[in-house]
C-alpha cells in the first residue's frame, strides 16, 4: 500500500516545529483520516480539532500545503505525494497547540452584531408568508459553518491584525443574511460603516476562493453591504438632507 | 485534596445541541442563570448533520393532517413500547416549536402561497418535515445559537464533563475539565440538563461525530438513575459505503423523500418484496403509485424505500447477504432515474439535495444526478436512554434532567426520520423549564469533597501508567466488537461473547496510558471517554439479550417474531449495589382511553 510524509506542525501558544510522520493512504482518503491515523499509530497527544468529518460543522480548519482548508473535505488524491503534506494550524487566531487554534474572538464578534428583529407577524395565528423565491438569497448565506477560513485568509486579519476594527468576511455574511432577510427590520448600515469596518475589505475575493460551502461572499454579501453604506453615507443628497435633520449623525 | 475552580449557576445543561440549547434558551427565560457545558465549540454539536427536516403536524401542504395523526404514526414507529404521554405531547407542541425558530429567524423552505414548506419522510402519512434543503439541522442550531448568544448564558466551549455530583438522593453539580488546559471544573447546580446525544462511536460504522460516546447515558446511570430501551439502537438504511474512509456518512432519507428508488445489483427494487403487516394499508401498490406519492399526489400511497428505517436496513442487509449487492457491499440508491420523468432533473436534484449532491462529488467522486449511489446501513440514533417524566423531563435523581436524544420514551422500538429535531425542540425546552422551576424551589446542594478528589485521581491514572495499552487501540477493539456481536441482526451466543469481549476491554481502558501532557490532549480525552462507551455497549448489549423478541429496531435471529408479551413493558436497566447492570421489566401504564381511540382510528 501506498504511504505519505506528513509534515504536521507540533508545539503550544506559537512556539513549535514541523514534525515527520508517514503513514498509509487507502482508497479515497482525506488528511483527516490521515492526521486521525498518525493520532493512534504516532503521536497519541497530537491535538486536532473535530466533529462530523462530513464537512457539515467546520471545526477540522487548517492549512494543507499552504491553503487554508477542512481537512475532512481535502482528499489525498488531490495532493501531490512525492513530497511531504504540510498541515499546519489557521494563522489569523491565537495557536492553542499542535492544530488547534483559539477561535473566540470570532464568538465575541457575532454577539456585538444587532440581532434579528422580525417585522410583526402577517396572519392572526403568529405566523408569516414569505415567497419561495425571497428566501433563496439569504439561505445561500446561512449555508455558513462557521469554518472561520475566510477569516483566517482575510489579508486585513492575517496580516493587518486588524481584529479591533474589522468583523472579517464570516460576520460580514452573517450581517448581511440578517440586513437581507425577509422578515428582519433592524438597520445595521450604521455599525459595518463605523464598528465593524467594513470599508477596510478591498474585495480581493481571497475569501470566496477558500469558502468550502461555496458561498459568494464578496459579490453576493459584502459589495451590497457596502452600496447601503455608500448609499446611507455618501450620497451627496442624503448627506445634506442628514446635515440639516440631524446634526449629529 | 482536587484542585478545581468553581462555577455557580441554577441550572448547568450538559450538551450544545438542539436539546441543550432549547433547554437553556428557556431556563434562562424563565430567570435562571444558565450554564452551557460542551465538549465542542458552540454551534458544532451533532445537530448540525442532521439533513431531513423537523416533523411538526403544521398541515401546511396536506390538511388532512393533525397532531392525532403524527401521534398515531409515533406510536406505530415506535411498536408501541412509546411513552404515550410523550409521544402526545410531541405530535402537540411540535408546531409551535417549529414557528418559535422561524420567529428567531430560521428561514425555512416555502410553499407557493408562502407558509413553511413540508416534505414526506419514512412512516410520516402526510408530508409533516418543515425544511432547509438539506440541511436542516444546521439551520436548527445556528437560529438557537444565534438567539441564545444574547440571552446572558454563561458558555463554556470544550469542556466535558466526567461524574455527577449528588447530595443525597438529589443533584448537586457536574465535574470535568477543559480541553485547553487540562484544569479540573466543579459546576455547582440546582439543576442538571443531560443533553449530551447519542452512544454511535461505540459502533465503528456510524453517522455519528466523536461526541457520542454516551456520555449522558453513563453519568446518568453512575448517578443512579435509570436508562430504558437501550436495546434499541437504530441502525439508518443509508450511509456511504464507498470509499472506506467515508464508510457511515449519512446519506438523508430524504433522497427517497424525493423520489429516490433503493435497487439490488440485478436493477429489482426489492422493497417491494417485502412489506410488513402493519403497513400493508400504507403502502404503494405499484412502481409509478410510488411515485405519484413523492410528487404530492395526495391519493397515492408512499413507495416501499419510505417503510421505517429499521425494516429498509434489514432488506438491504438480506439483499448483501443473499449476493445480490453492490460491488463494495451495499445496495444502489438511484436519484438520477427521474429524469425519465423531469426534463431539468439536474437541477432539480441539486436544489432539493445539494449536501448530498456535494457530499457524493467530493468524497466519493459520483455525480448523483447522473449514476447511483452505493449505500449500506450505518448506526445513526440510540431509542434508548435516561427515563424520564414525560411532562417535566425530571429522570429518577431529583433535579436531574435529561431531553433529546440521551433521554428515552418518545421513539419507543424505533425513531421515525424527523422526529428527532422535534423531540429537541419540545422536550428540550420541557426540560429548560422544569429545570428552572426545580432551582427555584430548591437551594445548591452540598458537595462531596471525596467524590471530586477520588474522580480527579481516577481521571489522572492515564499518566502515571506505563503500560502499552493505548486508549486509540481499546476504543477501536470495543467498535469492532459491537459491530460485529451487537449490530443490526443479533443472537444470543453472539452477544454473550460481546459481554465477555467487554469485560476484557474494560480490564484494558484500566490500564491504558497516555503521553504528553493535560493540554489539548486528545490521547487522554480518549482514554477518559472509554468509560462511557465500555458502560453503554454492556447495558445495550445485556438488555439486547433480555429480549427475547424482535421488534423495532432489535433484530434477533434466534427469535425473529416479535411476541405479544414482551410488547407489555420496557427494559430498565439501573446499577446494581455491587456495581453491575440490574435490569428490570417495567409495565407499560395503559394508554389514556382518548389515545387509544386514535390509535384504533388510524390503523
Known sequence: MATATFRIWRGE?????????????????????????????????????????????????????????????????????????????????????????????NYKVKQRIPKFQPRKPDAEDGTWRIAPEDVERVQEFRKCIECYLCQDVCHVLRDHHMHEQFIGPRFLVYAAALEMHPLDVGDRVQELRKDFGIGLCNITKCCTKVCPEGITITDNAIIPLKERVVDRYFDPLSKLFRIFSNPKA | MAEYITHEHDVVIIGAGGAGLSAAVQASAAGARVAVVTKSLLGKAHTVMAEGGIAAAMANVDDRDSWRVHFADTMRGGQYLNNWRMAELHAREAPARVRELEAWGALFDRTKDGRILQRNFGGHRYPRLAHVGDRTGLEMIRTLQDHGIHLGLDVFMEYTIVALLKDGNRIAGAFGYDRERGRFHLFRAKAVVLATGGIGRAFKITSNSWEYTGDGHALAYDAGASLMDMEFVQFHPTGMIWPPSVRGILVTEGVRGEGGVLRNRNGERFMFKDIPPLYVNQTADSEEEGWRYTQGDKNAKRPPELLTRDHVARCIRREVREGRGSPHGGVFLDIAWIKERISNHTEHIKKKLPSMYHQFKHLADIDITQEPMEVGPTTHYMMGGVRVDADSQMSDVPGLFAAGECAAGLHGANRLGGNSLSDLLVFGQRAGEYAAKFAKENPLGAIDTEKLASTEKWALQPFGRTSSENPYTVQHQLQDTMQDLVGIVRQEQEMLQAIERIRELRLASEAVSVDGNREYNAGWHTALDLHNLLTVSEIVTRAALERQESRGAHFRDDFPAKEEQFGKFNILARKGPSGAVQLTREPIPAMREDLQQIIEEMK
Request: glycine fraction near 8%; include cysteine; charge should be negative.
Open chain 1, 13 to 105: 501558544k506559537g512556539q513549535g516545529k514541523f514534525q515527520d510522520y508517514t503513514t498509509e493512504v487507502s482508497a479515497g482518503m482525506v488528511v483527516l483520516d490521515a492526521v486521525h491515523q498518525i493520532q493512534a499509530e504516532h503521536a497519541g497527544d497530537l491535538a486536532v480539532r473535530w466533529n462530523c468529518k462530513a464537512g457539515k460543522c467546520g471545526s477540522c480548519s487548517a492549512e494543507i500545503n499552504g491553503m487554508p482548508k477542512l481537512m475532512c473535505m481535502t482528499r489525498m488524491n488531490t495532493l501531490p505525494l512525492d513530497q511531504p503534506v504540510t498541515v499546519e494550524p489557521m494563522k489569523a487566531f491565537p495557536h492553542m497547540r499542535d492544530l488547534v487554534t483559539d477561535v473566540s474572538w
